[in-house]
C-alpha cells in the first residue's frame, strides 16, 4: 500500500515569525546577507558566497545578460537559462563576463585607416564611445591613438575622413603600464581629469581599458558580485542531455556557477551528470541539483552525487500547472522544512554544510523572508524578476498598463522538452505544465530588490540576527489560521486611493 504522510502539504503564507529579543545596536544596515552557495567543508570557508541571498530562475523570459548584470550588480547572481543552443548561452554569459568593473578589454577597435563613418557605426553598434585605435584593429595590437565621439562632429565633419586624423595620437595619451593596481589606474584618471586609461605592455602593445564610470559604477553598487578578476559573477543552468558539451564550454567562457534545471532532479541522469562534472573539474567547478521536495532526494543528489547545493520546490512556481497536470509536487514550506532538517542531520554527522535554495512560489516579500528563516540559504525567482526593468522580455501596455510577458520552461513556447523529461527518448512535449501569462512591469532590480531586502533585514533585526545563519538559528514560526491572516490585514478602516491608479505595486494578489 502507498504510504500516506501525516504532514499536510504547508505553504509560506500559512507562518508568521515571532519576534526576538533585539539587542542594543543592531541595525537594518549592519546586517550581512552573504551567504554561502557551494558546499562548505568542516571548517573551511566557502567556495563561493553571494552578497544578497537571490537568484534569479533559469527561464527564457526571465535571466537574460541585462539581467544578469543588474542582478550581479546588486550582489545576486542569475543562471542563464539553458533551453538555447550552446553557442547563444555561452555568448550571454560572455556578455556578462566582458561587463567587468576595473580592467576591461576592448571591444571597440579600429585603426588610423578606419573611416569615420566606419567608427560611427562601430560606437553605434557598440555602445561605446571610447575607440582604441592600433596598429591591426584588435584590442591587444599596438596602441596608435584613442578617438572618442568628442573627437569629430557626425554631421559637421567629412565622414571619409580617417580615424588617424581625428584621434588623440599615442603621444599625447595619457596611458597606464602592465601591472598597474586598479586603484593606481584610478588615481591616474583622477589626477589627469580622465573618462579612460588604456593600459599597454612594456612593447606598446594593448592590454586593458580601466574607466571612470566603473569606478562610480562600482562606488555605488558596493554589493557588486565579482570574481577573481574583477569581473561580475554568473550561472549557468544545465540540462540532463548535453552537459558534456556544454558544461566544458561555459567552464571557457567564464560562468561560475552550475546548476541542473529540472522539473524532478531525483533521477539517475542528474547523479550521473553531477559525478561527471565532478570527475572533470573536482571541486572548481560549483553545481547545484534539483528539484526535490524530500529528504530522500537530498540524500540521493548530496550523498551519492556529490552536489554542492539542492534546489527545492516542484509544481510551486506562479506559472507552474504540473500539480494539476501530473499530480506531483509538494506544498514549498513543508518540502523545504523537510529538506533543511536532513540537510542539518547531514551537517551533524560529516561536518559539511549544503546550501539550500527555495525555488519558486514565493508570492511577497514577506515569503522570501520566510522561506530563509526556514533555513533556506537563498531564494531561487522567476516571476519577481520576469516584472523588472532588465528582463529579457519587451514591454506591451494592456489596456493602460505596462506588462511584461512572462512563461514557463514547460510551455511549448519554451520548448524545453529537456527540463521534463530526463530519459533520451522523448523530444516532444507532449503536454503543457506551464503557462504563457503577463506580469505587471515595476521598475529596475535595483529599486525593487533595494525594498525587498530592507524588509528582510528588518525584520531579522526583529528575531535579533546578524546574518543569515543567525537568523536560521534563532526563527521562532507559528502557523496562522485563517482568522488571524485576516485580522492581519487592515480592519475596520476605510482606504482611499487619491492619486494612486494601481493599488497593488507589483507583486500581485497571490496570499
Ligand atoms: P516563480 O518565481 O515565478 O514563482 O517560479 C519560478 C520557478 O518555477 C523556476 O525557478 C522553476 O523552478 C519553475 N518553473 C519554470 N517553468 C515552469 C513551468 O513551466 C516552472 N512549469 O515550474
Request: with cysteine; aromatic share 8%; charged share 25%.
Amino acid at each position: 500500500m502507498a504510504t500516506i504522510l501525516d504532514d499536510i502539504s504547508r505553504t509560506f503564507s500559512e507562518y508568521l515569525l515571532i519576534p526576538r529579543l533585539t539587542r542594543r545596536g543592531q541595525r537594518p544596515d549592519l546586517v550581512d546577507l552573504s551567504t554561502p552557495i557551494s558546499a562548505v567543508e568542516k571548517n573551511e570557508i566557502p567556495r563561493f558566497k553571494i552578497n544578497v541571498p537571490v537568484v534569479s530562475a533559469c527561464m527564457q523570459s526571465v535571466s537574460g545578460p541585462r539581467l544578469a548584470i543588474a542582478l550581479a550588480r546588486q550582489g545576486g547572481l542569475s543562471f542563464i537559462f539553458c533551453s538555447q543552443p550552446i553557442e547563444t548561452q555561452v555568448e550571454m554569459v560572455r556578455q556578462v563576463k566582458a561587463h567587468k568593473a576595473g580592467f576591461v578589454q576592448s571591444d571597440s577597435n579600429a585603426m588610423a585607416s578606419t573611416t569615420l563613418r566606419e567608427v560611427i557605426e562601430l560606437m553605434k553598434r557598440t555602445g561605446h564611445s571610447t575607440v582604441p585605435v592600433t596598429a591591426d584593429g584588435t584590442a591587444t595590437g599596438k596602441l596608435e591613438g584613442i578617438i572618442t565621439d568628442k573627437d569629430f562632429w557626425e554631421f559637421e565633419d567629412d565622414l571619409d575622413h580617417t580615424v588617424g586624423q581625428h584621434m588623440t595620437p599615442i603621444d599625447n595619451v595619457i596611458y597606464g603600464t602592465e601591472g598597474i593596481s586598479l586603484r593606481e589606474a584610478n588615481q591616474l584618471l583622477h589626477r589627469h581629469k580622465k573618462e579612460c586609461l588604456p593600459i599597454l605592455s612594456q612593447d606598446g602593445r594593448l592590454t586593458a581599458l580601466v574607466f571612470k564610470k566603473d569606478y562610480e559604477d562600482h562606488r555605488r553598487n558596493p554589493r557588486e558580485l565579482l570574481d577573481d578578476s574583477k569581473r561580475l559573477c554568473v550561472g549557468a543552468a544545465i540540462n540532463t542531455h548535453d552537459y558534456e558539451k556544454r558544461v566544458p564550454a561555459l567552464v571557457a567562457a567564464g560562468a561560475d556557477v552550475f546548476c541542473f534545471d529540472s522539473s524532478d532532479g531525483f533521477n539517475e541522469y542528474q547523479a550521473d551528470g553531477i559525478r561527471w562534472i565532478r570527475e572533470l573539474y573536482g571541486k572548481d567547478v560549483t553545481v547545484g541539483g534539483g528539484n526535490i521536495v524530500s529528504a530522500e532526494g537530498f540524500d540521493f543528489l548530496v550523498k551519492e552525487a556529490g552536489a554542492d547545493f539542492i534546489k527545492v520546490g516542484i509544481g510551486g512556481g506562479s506559472i507552474c500547472i504540473t500539480r494539476e497536470q501530473k499530480g506531483i509536487g509538494r506544498g514549498q514550506a513543508s518540502a523545504l522544512l523537510e529538506v533543511v532538517r536532513r540537510r542539518d542531520e547531514y551537517q551533524s554527522e560529516t561536518g559539511r554544510y549544503i546550501p539550500i535554495c527555495s525555488d519558486g512560489g514565493l508570492a511577497n516579500d514577506t515569503q522570501i523572508t520566510v522561506a530563509l528563516a526556514m533555513g533556506a540559504d537563498f531564494v531561487m525567482m522567476g516571476r519577481y524578476f520576469a516584472m523588472t526593468e532588465e528582463s529579457p522580455t519587451p514591454k506591451t501596455s494592456i489596456n493602460g498598463q505596462i506588462y511584461k510577458p512572462y512563461w514557463g520552461e514547460g510551455t511549448r513556447r519554451a520548448q524545453n522538452w529537456q527540463r521534463y523529461s530526463d530519459d533520451m527518448g522523448t523530444r516532444d512535449l507532449v503536454f503543457e505544465e506551464g503557462v504563457d501569462a503577463y506580469v505587471p512591469l515595476v521598475g529596475p532590480v535595483s529599486e525593487v530588490l533595494d525594498t525587498t531586502l530592507y524588509k528582510l533585514r528588518s525584520t531579522m533585526v526583529n528575531v535579533g540576527a546578524d546574518s543569515l545563519a543567525e537568523f536560521r538559528e534563532q526563527s521562532v514560526l507559528t502557523l496562522v489560521s485563517e482568522q488571524s491572516v485576516v485580522e492581519g490585514g487592515t480592519s475596520n478602516v476605510f482606504q482611499f486611493k487619491a492619486n494612486r491608479e494601481i493599488e497593488d505595486t507589483g507583486w500581485g494578489n497571490r496570499n
